[in-house]
């Protein structure tokens, strides 16, 4: 009797044990976390954070995904494949809010401005064209894909060419063969093409920064999202993935050694190039311009680019720390 006892009491003694020591276990085994990626340099941090072992810090164990398409990023955090998605245009994001909104909560965007613009007009370095007024009934051309034609009617439509208007063409890039084979007289070129052309000489600069100078300054850029339902429902993955990319946010400016070299990695340049490339701000949804962000969307969905306005109130809405 008195030995059946004694293992009662050992095995009331080890069940005790494990009730303390299996959820410490649990809590210290590495947490798997699925993040998505578009190569530009709005994930810029991200790749900061895991070079610095940020996410290791936080008992996390990332996996990374390439979408190449923004939108794709976007449908497979909807889907739950993924936590976040690093980085989407502004474009693609308010395409998902006018389908229906409140989905989106805005964690940091990347913007640019008139003194660092990322943009600019390229000619040829043998064109005659020596002002953006010379550019009447001229094709000019943007990348597939992007704002490029959102931006060049807007710069059309603030100068006065009349019945001259330039035509807008879309070009598969890189953008700099539509210039050497006469596809376009003109491109709009965002970073890295800008860069790419100015260190290769391959083309001349006609206007900095167009974009600034005739739509916004500041710039909208790229932005990175969580869900709303994502948030509420991983409350705590989501406090360590915000730390780490938080101490990452720090260092694109305080290590920029390592900023240009996982910049030029991610953007595929060499280091010459990326010596070129200017990189934007990253801010958070309290320190962006709302009204700003208002006006591109009436703009927009004046041009057809969105069905309808969409309301970001919610979108811009601080996520709790």
């Known amino acids: 009797m008195k030995i059946f006892l004694n293992v009662l009491v050992i095995l009331a003694a080890l069940a005790l044990i494990g009730a303390i020591i299996l959820p410490q276990l649990m809590e210290w085994r590495p947490i798997e976390v699925d993040i998505g990626y578009r190569a530009s340099i709005g994930s810029l941090p991200l790749f900061i954070a895991q070079e610095k072992g940020y996410f290791t810090d936080q ?7 390439e979408y190449d398409r923004p939108e794709a990023g976007l449908n497979a955090m909807l889907s739950g494949e ?5 980085a989407a245009s502004w474009l693609d994001l308010l395409r998902k809010e006018q389908e229906r909104g409140g989905r989106f909560r805005l964690y940091y965007a990347t913007e640019y401005s008139s003194e660092n613009p990322p943009d600019a ?3 040829p370095n043998n064109s005659r064209i020596r002002r953006v007024a010379d550019l009447r009934q001229k094709n000019i051309g943007y990348a597939r ?3 490029g ?4 009617q807007q710069i059309v439509d603030s100068l006065d060419f009349g019945r001259r208007r330039p035509n807008i063409l879309e070009v598969s890039p890189p953008l700099e063969d539509a210039l050497k084979e006469g596809i376009v007289d003109a491109i709009l070129a965002f970073e890295p093409a800008r860069s790419v052309a100015v260190v290769r000489d391959s083309a001349r600069t006609l206007a900095e920064g167009p974009v600034e100078e005739y739509l916004f300054d500041p710039l909208p850029g790229e932005v990175v999202v969580f869900t709303t339902p994502y948030l509420i429902s991983e409350p705590k993955v989501f406090q360590k993935m915000k730390t780490a990319i938080d101490a990452a946010l720090k260092d694109v400016t305080e290590d920029p050694d ?3 070299r996982l910049a030029a990695e ?3 340049v060499n280091d010459t190039i990326i010596a070129e490339v200017r990189l934007p701000e990253f801010k958070f949804a309290d320190d962006l311009d709302a009204q700003l962000l208002d006006r591109m969307i009436i ?3 004046e041009h057809g680019f969105l069905i309808k306005e969409v309301t970001i109130d919610q979108l811009l809405k601080p996520i709790a720390q």
């Not at 008992?59 to 995904?65: A, Q």
């Not at 993924?82 to 690093?86: E, G, L, S």
Request: aromatic letters at 12%.
């Open 121 to 123: 007009l390229l000619v």
């Open 258 to 260: 390592l900023t240009l």
């Open 59 to 65: 008992n996390l164990e990332v996996k990374l995904t």
């Open 299 to 301: 703009k927009l969905t």
């Open 149 to 152: 034609r959102f931006y060049l």
């Open 145 to 147: 894909g992007s704002m």
């Open 266 to 268: 991610l953007l595929a």
């Open 82 to 86: 993924i936590a976040t998605y690093f």
